[in-house]
Each structure stands twice: as C-alpha cells, then as structure tokens.
C-alpha cells in the first residue's frame, strides 16, 4: 500500500524506463503531471512520444534520422554534396547542425567496432558509404568519430578501405581522405587535459614559423 | 536549421514542459525515446500519461487523489476512523503511507493560506474538513503542515476554527487537536541545524526526569 492510484503507479514505472530518471524523479514528473501541467500539455506529450517511435527512419542515403525516405540534409542542394564527414551516430550530425561549422554531406554508422561487444566490421553499415563513394562524385570524406579505442578502430578500418578504393581507381583523381584534428580545445586550463589528447595535440603539431 | 526531424522537435519541446527537465535532458530523452526505449514502453508511457490526466481526480470525503470517488484509504474499513490527520498536498499522504507510521485517515487540503499569492482562508476546501468533524465521530484532529510561514498561518486558522467548534458543542466529549513535533530530527549534526527548528526543539521540549 503506497497511497497511489493505480494509474499514477503505472505512470512513475513508465517514467523510471527514462534514462537517469530513478523512483523520485519519477514520482516528482508524476505529480508534476497530475497538479502542475496543462492537460493539452501532456496530451501534447503522449501524441509526440508516439509520433516519434513510429514515424523516425533511417534516411536511405545518410542514415540519419528522418521522418521521410531522405533526410532534409542530403536534399539540401544548396550544400556541398562531393563532401561527406563520417559520424557515429545521428547526436553528432545534431551537433554539426546546431555549431554551423559545415555544410557538406553526412553519413551515419550504425555502430563503432567493438570485438568485446561482438560488433565487428560487418555490423556498422560500411557498404552504403563505400557505394556512395562509388557512384556520387565525391571529393573528400572527413571521418569525425570520437578518439576511443572502438572510435579509432573503426576509423583505421575505414581509412584502409578508402585506401584500397584509392588503389584501384584508375582515374588521375584520388579521394582525399582526412580527419577532424584532436588536440587541445580552447578555454581550456592546461593542467585538466588528460595524457591521450596531449599526446594526440603534439602529433599532430603544426610548423607556424 | 537544427538537423532535427520535426516530430522530435515537438517532443524535445513537450519533454522540456516537465519540471527540471532543460533543453539538453529533453534532447537527451528525445534520443532515448527514438534509439534506446522498447516500443512497447514508449507506448506505455504515452498511454499512462493520457490516462493519469484524464482520469485521476479528488476523493470526495479527503481530497487526496484517485482514480474513484473515494480513495482507498477512505475506503479501508480496518483504518482508524476517528483520527484524521490534515496534511497540506496528495505527496504528504504518500509520504506518510510510504513510511507506514499512521494508522488513521487524511484530510488533504487545497493550499495554504498564503496573503501574498492572494490565497485566504477561503481557498483551503476547509468547510469540507469542518462538515467532517460535524458530520463524523471524530475523536482527534492532527495538524501536520510544514512549518513555513504559509504552513504555520494555515495551521493557525484551523487551531481556532476547531477551538470554535469545540466551544459550541454542548456535549462533554471535547474534539482532540495536535500539532505533530517540530525539533532535530535523528542521526542529524547539530551544527547543521537551522535557528527556526532549534527554536521549535526548545519550545517544545519534553521533562524526561
């Protein structure tokens, strides 16, 4: 016996399936629920917490997510299409979107390679990368995945097959393949980076004079 | 242009309409909801949601929530009767019936009484609690409001209605009211103690010897 209707339990365990949302979270959104919210808001809320799980693909070029067959990035024709910047998950093209700093195209993985997980090279949706590279003409692909080992892994096993793309290619004009430069981020006190970006910063040092 | 598709736009806006939750933790949701969560539970929760707003309301005898006329507790013959215990929201009820200590029944009022939000003694529902100990064989009355400004003029108000009504009854048989203790609660540094509750702890010492 706890003093809630039934409804209301139902509801708290529901909230509890949110990620960081514990027993008092849940509670206090139940009861914000119940006293505080407007009904058109949380009937605003149910709608769109369904809307969301049924009508969200994948786009069939990019694989980010869409409401449609094709995302409205890869059918911006105002945007650079020979450019295709390589990321994890769709968070990172919310990212890129949000910071402005590019306006070429994306492609999403599915996964990063993780032989402890058992996700290998066959599991992160290369093939739609390595066909548009194929019949698109495409300048450059920019690999922009996290410095983790699965990150770095999977960015070396890209980066071979690009190569071997390279190799037997037969036209004078070779893809560029590149990388975002890891390193130290601005604003930053010295003292807090941690050992790996140091090392990547010095490796990657540019000659200024 | 933020990269999202719109019906997650809708839902990171209708997630951000919930108490604590900000722009980030709603987007962080809206991802979960799309990637992490089973579709059944997002259906559940979408569902719990309509349900909770529709069809929770305030039991008619104690005004604390459920989903019928009459609460459960109200309901429960094998509850002490003759004790109501005035709490000032529905979480209090909870709380109480969480810890398990109190065996009697509740009156939940609508808000305390509160001058600067333009709240007086009239928008309390404190006629229903008055019709109860009328109406009903009540031996004793609990205050157990939080000791605020607005907590202590509500309990005030209700100590000299109830004072009233003990007046005018002919009757030998005089109403209990109590007020539950304010004071240090256990396993607490005293250190940390605040002025108020000190002063309360003091006034109402008890002679233990």
């Known amino acids: 016996m706890t003093g809630y209707p039934d409804s209301v339990l139902n509801l708290i365990e529901s909230f509890k399936k949110l990620p960081g949302i514990g027993e008092k979270s ?3 959104l139940a ?3 119940i006293t505080d919210m407007e009904k058109d808001d949380v009937e605003s809320l149910s709608e769109d917490l369904k809307k969301v799980k049924n009508n969200i693909k994948h786009c069939k070029i990019c694989n980010h ?3 449609n067959e094709i995302c409205n990035i890869c059918n911006d024709k105002s945007r650079d299409s020979k450019t295709i910047c390589v990321v994890e998950d769709p968070k990172s093209v919310i990212m890129f979107e949000k910071l402005a700093v590019y306006n070429g195209k994306y492609f999403v993985l599915d996964n990063l390679i993780s032989p402890l997980d058992k996700i290998g090279p066959e599991d992160i949706n290369i093939e739609n990368l390595i066909n548009r590279i194929k019949n698109e003409e495409i300048d450059e692909v920019i690999l922009a995945i996290k410095p983790t080992i699965e ?3 999977t960015s070396l096993y890209i980066l071979k097959l690009l190569e071997e793309i390279n ?3 037969k036209s004078d004009k070779k893809l560029i393949v590149s990388r975002i430069a890891h390193g130290i981020p601005l ?3 010295m003292e807090y980076i941690d050992s790996l970006t140091l090392e ?3 490796q990657d040092r540019k000659k200024v004079s």
Do not use: K, M, P, Y
Request: glycine residues 10%.
């Open 151 to 153: 990150g770095e892994t």
């Open 200 to 202: 990547l910063a010095l």
């Open 31 to 33: 009861f914000a629920v």
């Open 167 to 169: 190799i037997s290619n």
């Open 65 to 67: 997510i869409t409401e």
């Open 187 to 189: 604003g930053v006190d």
């Open 26 to 28: 849940a509670e206090r």
